[in-house]
């Protein structure tokens, strides 16, 4: 029997393991780094260890100060969470050595599926079906670039040691071969320490479909049914649902006993995944294995009933499986969607800083919310920016999208920008609520799905003026019972008719919005305003608490979630976010004069390629140097002909989120 449990993680997965561990009576411990001092993982566990700086290789990565702490503590097992040292053979080898139980496959298990390469030999000497393409040792660029010719464009590479979508590139000319193998190398070398490639074949309108299995030690195996995991960007899931649309019994069945063939064929224990990709005739063939936990995990939990958490640590101490395949029961539909700190319309930019508004929808019965932060908390640079997974349940696919776009119209986040407007739009769309689903779904639904900035709707200004009003005048104060005058929203004053012009800034656009009342109206009743813009009038009464903005506009009552104050709010609506800024009058002491800004980082990071030197003419959407940050590479391109006139920074250099990277001068 385990009684005390070291996990080798961070983040939602931590907390995630916390939880069941303690159910279960099992004492835990935490590991953590130096950003995550005051993280929620560390709070939740009965201990915590210090295992090093920031940065994954230092600390997380870093097995011998795992070790120490798990002896330190006399923790008697180690859970790895997903990620970092999960699907590590050394550190399952160095544990066992320790005689310390590892919550995870077979070292052997691990090396079989580590590399994608040896995984497909035997897949295929498995009878599992494989997507054509080149699984071998030779690595050389001309050999690899003639494969793919010979095979016919597009062609996938991917990193024999990959997962999580690094390491990989689509290919869709020759002319395209070299930069994407060279892109796809030093992104395996970051994040796996292996830089050699496999080259499939890419289907260009397939499924991403995959397999939850579970074997124990005693030669039992079953499989958790299927997970539809084909909305994705940089080949990375988005949102994930189980069962898969469409999926006959027939499909299931034939795909989850390949499923088990794969994991018999290594001879595995524990929670594994086979992922597939779906073709649209039903033809299904192997990807991976991946021989951990996953982040989608919550779903199958969702439509099982079942804590596969729990499934792990009873396999770990060597017991049966809790259930055999014919008492297995698919119950509903679940999603799960990925909220993430990030810029969907900036191609998916990673964004760091400081969670100022975290709100989560209530949870329940149907509403699940997986996450390890809270309000305050900052998103680091040095981690996956994953704030949380939002996961929903319903009696079917249809009840299920509706609690997902209902949860997520309550989720407010402010300080970051984050993907749940992008979010929304998916799961909204005619497509994905039609099930034409498929792993090309951003790309080919782009225009659906960035329709552009934000139109503003007129009557959003008389509800965002009156909210800088009633802040800066006192009203949320007055909203909680003071009755002094000086803290009415009403704008009280001796006589005169009351009137104001609010200044207020949305995007590059500037609004002013003009209200009145007469100065007969009763301070105690409810203060009714005339609202003025452009050509657009209303009238308009509000109140404000500390997060909720409630207008009527019109006769028409509207209830906004809000945050900031003073130099920036954020209104949370249906359309999306509304980030606005009260403007002040100009007292002289702005510079007007503002310096041309040249090539900014977009964050914190490491300059792995400069691809030019001063004073090289370019051509627009030349990539001039490449820059990795938040385990992701970004190129930084020409926005135009012209010249390079400076490079400020070299290869392997740190570089501070808005710092110049270089000067550039587009011809006249």
Same mark, same amino acid.
């Given at each position: 029997?385990?009684?005390?449990?070291?996990?080798?993680?961070?983040?939602?997965?931590?907390?995630?393991?916390?939880?069941?561990?303690?159910?279960?009576?099992?004492?835990?411990?935490?590991?953590?780094?130096?950003?995550?001092?005051?993280?929620?993982?560390?709070?939740?566990?009965?201990?915590?260890?210090?295992?090093?700086?920031?940065?994954?290789?230092?600390?997380?990565?870093?097995?011998?100060?795992?070790?120490?702490?798990?002896?330190?503590?006399?923790?008697?097992?180690?859970?790895?969470?997903?990620?970092?040292?999960?699907?590590?053979?050394?550190?399952?080898?160095?544990?066992?050595?320790?005689?310390?139980?590892?919550?995870?496959?077979?070292?052997?298990?691990?090396?079989?599926?580590?590399?994608?390469?040896?995984?497909?030999?035997?897949?295929?000497?498995?009878?599992?079906?494989?997507?054509?393409?080149?699984?071998?040792?030779?690595?050389?660029?001309?050999?690899?670039?003639?494969?793919?010719?010979?095979?016919?464009?597009?062609?996938?590479?991917?990193?024999?040691?990959?997962?999580?979508?690094?390491?990989?590139?689509?290919?869709?000319?020759?002319?395209?071969?070299?930069?994407?193998?060279?892109?796809?190398?030093?992104?395996?070398?970051?994040?796996?320490?292996?830089?050699?490639?496999?080259?499939?074949?890419?289907?260009?309108?397939?499924?991403?479909?995959?397999?939850?299995?579970?074997?124990?030690?005693?030669?039992?195996?079953?499989?958790?049914?299927?997970?539809?995991?084909?909305?994705?960007?940089?080949?990375?899931?988005?949102?994930?649902?189980?069962?898969?649309?469409?999926?006959?019994?027939?499909?299931?069945?034939?795909?989850?006993?390949?499923?088990?063939?794969?994991?018999?064929?290594?001879?595995?224990?524990?929670?594994?995944?086979?992922?597939?990709?779906?073709?649209?005739?039903?033809?299904?063939?192997?990807?991976?294995?991946?021989?951990?936990?996953?982040?989608?995990?919550?779903?199958?939990?969702?439509?099982?009933?079942?804590?596969?958490?729990?499934?792990?640590?009873?396999?770990?101490?060597?017991?049966?499986?809790?259930?055999?395949?014919?008492?297995?029961?698919?119950?509903?539909?679940?999603?799960?969607?990925?909220?993430?700190?990030?810029?969907?319309?900036?191609?998916?930019?990673?964004?760091?800083?400081?969670?100022?508004?975290?709100?989560?929808?209530?949870?329940?019965?149907?509403?699940?919310?997986?996450?390890?932060?809270?309000?305050?908390?900052?998103?680091?640079?040095?981690?996956?920016?994953?704030?949380?997974?939002?996961?929903?349940?319903?009696?079917?696919?249809?009840?299920?999208?509706?609690?997902?776009?209902?949860?997520?119209?309550?989720?407010?986040?402010?300080?970051?920008?984050?993907?749940?407007?992008?979010?929304?739009?998916?799961?909204?769309?005619?497509?994905?609520?039609?099930?034409?689903?498929?792993?090309?779904?951003?790309?080919?639904?782009?225009?659906?799905?960035?329709?552009?900035?934000?139109?503003?709707?007129?009557?959003?200004?008389?509800?965002?003026?009156?909210?800088?009003?009633?802040?800066?005048?006192?009203?949320?104060?007055?909203?909680?019972?003071?009755?002094?005058?000086?803290?009415?929203?009403?704008?009280?004053?001796?006589?005169?008719?009351?009137?104001?012009?609010?200044?207020?800034?949305?995007?590059?656009?500037?609004?002013?919005?003009?209200?009145?009342?007469?100065?007969?109206?009763?301070?105690?009743?409810?203060?009714?305003?005339?609202?003025?813009?452009?050509?657009?009038?209303?009238?308009?009464?509000?109140?404000?608490?500390?997060?909720?903005?409630?207008?009527?506009?019109?006769?028409?009552?509207?209830?906004?979630?809000?945050?900031?104050?003073?130099?920036?709010?954020?209104?949370?609506?249906?359309?999306?976010?509304?980030?606005?800024?009260?403007?002040?009058?100009?007292?002289?002491?702005?510079?007007?004069?503002?310096?041309?800004?040249?090539?900014? *980082? &977009?964050?914190? %990071?490491?300059?792995? #390629? $400069?691809?030019?030197? !001063?004073?090289?003419? =370019?051509?627009? /959407?030349? +990539? @001039?140097?490449?820059?990795?940050?938040?385990?992701?590479?970004?190129?930084?391109? *020409? &926005?135009?002909? %012209?010249?390079?006139? #400076? $490079?400020?920074?070299? !290869?392997?250099?740190? =570089?501070?989120? /808005?710092? +110049? @990277?270089?000067?550039?001068?587009?011809?006249?």
């Amino acid at each position: 029997m385990i009684k005390k449990l070291l996990i080798a993680n961070r983040g939602e997965i931590a907390c995630r393991i916390i939880k069941t561990a303690n159910k279960l009576g099992i004492a835990t411990v935490a590991v953590y780094s130096d950003a995550d001092k005051h993280a929620q993982h560390v709070q939740l566990a009965d201990e915590a260890v210090h295992i090093g700086r920031a940065p994954s290789k230092e600390s997380y990565l870093d097995m011998a100060r795992i070790m120490a702490a798990v002896k330190q503590t006399g923790a008697d097992a180690v859970h790895p969470g997903y990620g970092f040292l999960s699907e590590n053979a050394a550190f399952a080898s160095l544990l066992a050595k320790e005689n310390v139980i590892f919550i995870g496959p077979p070292e052997a298990a691990i090396k079989a599926m580590g590399s994608k390469s040896a995984a497909k030999q035997i897949m295929e000497e498995a009878g599992v079906p494989l997507v054509p393409g080149y699984h071998g040792d030779e690595q050389q660029e001309a050999f690899l670039q003639k494969i793919a010719d010979e095979m016919g464009y597009p062609v996938l590479l991917k990193a024999a040691a990959g997962g999580g979508g690094k390491g990989m590139r689509q290919v869709w000319s020759a002319e395209d071969f070299s930069s994407a193998l060279a892109a796809a190398k030093r992104e395996a070398i970051t994040s796996f320490g292996d830089d050699i490639m496999l080259v499939e074949k890419y289907l260009t309108a397939p499924r991403h479909v995959e397999i939850q299995v579970f074997c124990d030690t005693h030669g039992n195996g079953v499989y958790l049914f299927e997970r539809d995991c084909s909305v994705q960007r940089r080949h990375q899931k988005v949102i994930e649902e189980a069962p898969a649309p469409g999926m006959t019994e027939a499909l299931r069945k034939g795909m989850g006993e390949a499923a088990l063939n794969a994991a018999s064929a290594i001879g595995y224990v524990g929670a594994g995944t086979v992922e597939f990709l779906l073709d649209s005739d039903g033809s299904y063939y192997f990807m991976e294995m991946n021989t951990r936990l996953q982040v989608e995990h919550p779903v199958t939990e969702m439509i099982t009933g079942e804590d596969l958490v729990e499934w792990q640590i009873r396999v770990a101490e060597g017991r049966v499986l809790p259930k055999h395949q014919d008492q297995l029961t698919l119950s509903g539909h679940a999603f799960e969607a990925r909220i993430y700190a990030e810029d969907p319309a900036k191609d998916f930019l990673p964004a760091t800083g400081k969670l100022e508004c975290l709100s989560p929808p209530q949870q329940s019965r149907y509403v699940r919310v997986d996450t390890g932060v809270v309000q305050g908390d900052e998103v680091s640079v040095y981690y996956d920016p994953m704030i949380a997974k939002l996961i929903v349940w319903g009696e079917n696919r249809e009840e299920a999208l509706r609690r997902l776009l209902n949860a997520l119209s309550e989720y407010y986040i402010d300080g970051v920008t984050t993907n749940i407007p992008f979010l929304s739009k998916i799961a909204a769309s005619e497509p994905f609520q039609q099930e034409k689903i498929t792993t090309t779904f951003i790309e080919t639904h782009y225009d659906t799905l960035f329709p552009g900035d934000l139109v503003l709707p007129p009557h959003f200004l008389p509800a965002m003026a009156m909210l800088i009003v009633q802040t800066r005048d006192g009203a949320v104060t007055a909203s909680k019972g003071s009755n002094s005058p000086w803290s009415l929203n009403n704008q009280w004053r001796l006589n005169s008719h009351v009137e104001q012009t609010v200044t207020l800034a949305h995007g590059s656009d500037t609004y002013e919005v003009k209200l009145s009342r007469p100065s007969h109206q009763s301070a105690t009743a409810p203060v009714t305003w005339h609202a003025q813009c452009q050509q657009h009038r209303w009238e308009v009464s509000a109140c404000v608490t500390d997060d909720e903005l409630l207008i009527t506009i019109d006769g028409h009552q509207q209830r906004f979630a809000w945050s900031g104050g003073q130099e920036q709010f954020t209104l949370f609506t249906t359309a999306g976010n509304v980030v606005f800024e009260p403007v002040l009058p100009d007292l002289g002491d702005t510079d007007s004069q503002q310096a041309e800004t040249g090539f900014e *980082a &977009p964050m914190n %990071g490491t300059i792995v #390629a $400069v691809m030019v030197s !001063p004073e090289q003419q =370019v051509k627009k /959407g030349d +990539t @001039l140097l490449i820059m990795e940050a938040m385990k992701m590479e970004h190129n930084i391109t *020409a &926005p135009a002909d %012209g010249q390079v006139l #400076a $490079v400020f920074y070299q !290869p392997g250099e740190l =570089v501070d989120g /808005g710092e +110049t @990277l270089l000067e550039f001068k587009a011809n006249e």
